[in-house]
Every structure is written in structure tokens, then in C-alpha cells.
Nanobody, 125 residues
Framework: QVQLAESGGGLVQAGGSLRLSCVVS????????MGWFRQAPGKEREFVAT?????????YYADSVKGRFTISRDNAKNTVFLQMNSLEPEDTAVYYC?????????????????WGQGTQVTVSS
């Protein structure tokens, strides 16, 4: 069974930065499209960013994070990263890593096959 494990969350002041990591064990990491989603209390899980499989040539971002967040992947380390800069209180949420092979819509959570347990990000004002 493919397993995903996120790390790097924490408490940061508005304007600060955090870098999330997600390590994938088992499966063929390079063949997975890797994404990040987040879920705030009382809200639905929402798309943040996705990077395509293999060389990661295609990248997709939610409008709310474009220009502030950067997704990257290291196939040699089976790891995907989310660099988050200029954080805002509205970014507070549990952040989840997701993986999939056939994803018709990168923004649709149900299209992803595997999920991590999530890591909490809290941005104070």
C-alpha cells in the first residue's frame, strides 16, 4: 500500500514562510501526479497545487496561492515540497499531500488515489 507522510507544518506569523514536505513510500513515486490540498475548520477540502508526474513539467496552482506558494518534487527522494511564502491568516488549515496516476481534474480531490494524514499550518495575524 502506498503511504504518504507530510511534515513541516507549524505556527507562523503573517508574512512568514513554511516549507512542507511529503515523502511517499512504496509505489513508483515518479509516476504519480503529486498534489497539495488544504482544509480549514468548517470548510471543504480545497485544491492548492499539483505537479505532473515524471519530470514535473506541468504545474497548477489555486488562484489564492499563485505567486506565493511553489510546489516542487525530488524523484530521487520520493518527496514533494510546498514552499509557502507571504503567509496569510486565511492560509490556516490542515494541509494534505495527495498522489494519483490518472487525474482528469487536478483540482478535484476525489480524483486522487492516495492521501497523507495531513499537517497543521496556523498563521497568526
Amino acid at each position: 500500500q502506498v503511504q504518504l507522510a507530510e511534515s513541516g507544518g507549524g505556527l507562523v506569523q503573517a508574512g512568514g514562510s513554511l516549507r512542507l514536505s511529503c515523502v511517499v513510500s512504496r509505489g513508483t513515486f515518479s509516476s504519480y501526479m503529486m498534489g497539495w490540498f488544504r482544509q480549514a475548520p468548517g470548510k471543504e477540502r480545497e485544491f492548492v497545487a499539483t505537479k505532473s508526474a515524471w519530470n514535473g513539467g506541468n504545474t497548477y496552482y489555486a488562484d489564492s496561492v499563485k505567486g506565493r506558494f511553489t510546489i516542487s518534487r525530488d524523484n530521487a527522494k520520493n518527496t514533494v515540497f510546498l514552499q509557502m511564502n507571504s503567509l496569510e491568516p486565511e492560509d490556516t488549515a490542515v494541509y494534505y499531500c495527495a498522489a494519483g496516476t490518472r487525474i482528469p481534474s487536478v483540482r478535484r480531490a476525489s480524483d486522487y488515489d492516495y492521501w497523507g494524514q495531513g499537517t497543521q499550518v496556523t498563521v497568526s495575524s
